[in-house]
């Protein structure tokens, strides 16, 4: 019977539009993010520039930052990312007037006529220099020197008070002031990031990653409006009543329903990455590297299925709950949060808690393995969740088919007895 129901169900998530809707969605997200991925080429002696890679030197984060901080302090506006979104900061006379003592105090540079002179001769200075090096040297970002006798400590203290002052999310705060330090790479640090991809990462591991990372953005979200629909069809149909009739006990109904959903989400999924797999083996297989022909299905299943399953299931349990769409504002309100949370963890390794865990990069193995104990820890705990909200859904559905409870605004109350 089991088997029966789930065929039917799967038969039935084919027919619904939300569900050819949602595989359009991921069609477009891969076509649009990763269709034109170029895989990483060995790196050459010789080349001209070889990347930039993040530098932990606190002396170069110190410039950078202070660089960055005099140049948006003479342009007088300054980029904050507060919750994700770009939000462009004017600051009042007396804010604008405590950053300059900052500025003064990290740089010994002394009002905006100053700052002007020394924006203009570090720009004067990289046009000099790139047209001695074929104008490689132009993109820079701005450095600014310490003032002497400035140590970390009160540099850190500084930055953290102008992020205040800017309302947080620049890039003065604590957790973005390491991303302003990219130094060059040398030949030696482009081929052991190469090793890393290639031999360490098999090359489609690292790729498998950085196809979960987009993909997951948008399965924190689309799977609910699919559990939702499905939960709601039988009341719009009026089939409520010949449903709770059935012989079929609760648990089989509700958990072939959801298996049904996973195993049509997950289908897709599998589908899209056939394309940058075959990608990646092609190269592999010219390139003389040993490839992993199943990244890409593990990735699937350990990175992106206990987002869907978690996703679903809270879909599945507040419909039959409520016999409402509350699910979707929910969700939507716990998928934004996430999203805007990861934004400071593009790069891997701070993982954590988040229900959709960001890698954009197909590099930083190192930083993925360090840290993959704490990202199994969260695919765990979020498919362990799942499973016991799709429990409790298939415990609710047979109280209400024995007309126990019923959901409404003004509380829990005893529904019609269907039986």
């Excluded at 405590?98 to 003064?104: L, T």
């Excluded at 409520?322 to 949060?337: I, M, N, R």
């Excluded at 126990?404 to 529904?415: A, L, M, P, V």
Aim: contains cysteine.
């Amino acid at each position: 019977m089991f088997i029966q129901l789930f065929i039917k169900e799967c038969r039935q998530t084919a027919k619904s539009l939300i569900y050819w809707l949602i595989v359009l969605v991921l069609i477009f997200d891969y076509a649009s993010q990763l269709g034109s991925t170029e895989i990483m080429p060995e790196p050459k002696k010789g080349q001209k520039e070889y990347g930039y890679k993040q530098s932990e030197d606190k002396n170069i984060i110190m410039k950078m930052t202070l660089g960055q901080l005099l140049e948006e302090y003479y342009r007088e506006n300054y980029s904050t990312y507060p919750i994700g979104f770009y939000k462009n900061v004017t600051l009042d006379e007396k804010e604008d007037e405590r950053i300059g003592e900052i500025i003064e105090e990290t740089t010994g540079i002394s009002g905006r006529a100053a700052a002007e002179k020394a924006v203009s001769d570090w720009y004067a200075g990289q046009e000099r220099t790139g047209g001695e090096n074929g104008g490689m040297m132009i993109m820079r970002n701005m450095e600014a020197e310490p003032a002497a006798g400035l140590t970390y400590e009160r540099f850190e203290e500084l930055m953290d008070e102008a992020d205040d002052i800017l309302g947080g999310g620049s890039s003065y705060g604590e957790s973005c002031r390491g991303g302003n330090a990219s130094v060059p790479m040398t030949y030696e640090d482009a081929m052991e990031e190469y090793r890393e991809l290639t031999v360490k990462d098999h090359l489609t591991g690292g790729y498998a990653r950085l196809f979960s990372d987009y993909m997951v953005v948008f399965l924190g979200i689309l799977p609910v409006f699919l559990a939702v629909t499905r939960g709601l069809r039988d009341k719009r149909a009026g089939m409520q009543e010949l449903i709770y009739t059935r012989r079929c006990s609760s648990a089989v109904i509700i958990l072939s329903r959801y298996l049904a959903m996973l195993v049509m989400l997950v289908v897709p999924v599998l589908v899209i990455s056939v394309l940058p797999l075959s990608h990646c083996l092609k190269y592999a297989s010219a390139a003389g590297i040993q490839a992993d022909a199943f990244a890409y299905v593990k990735y699937t299943f350990g990175w992106l299925l206990p987002t869907i399953m978690i996703v679903t299931s809270v879909g599945m349990v507040l419909t039959e709950l409520t016999d409402t769409a509350l699910a979707v504002l929910v969700q939507g309100a716990w998928w934004f949060v996430s999203v805007f949370a990861g934004v400071g963890s593009l790069s891997g390794g701070m993982y954590g808690w988040n229900l959709v865990p960001r890698h954009n990069t197909e590099l930083n193995w190192s930083v993925y393995h360090e840290n993959f104990t704490q990202l199994a820890a969260n695919r765990i705990l979020y498919a362990v969740l799942a499973v016991i909200l799709a429990v409790f859904t298939a415990f609710i559905y047979s109280q209400r088919r024995k007309g126990r409870y019923r959901f409404t605004w003004k509380g829990i109350g005893r529904s019609k007895k269907q039986i």
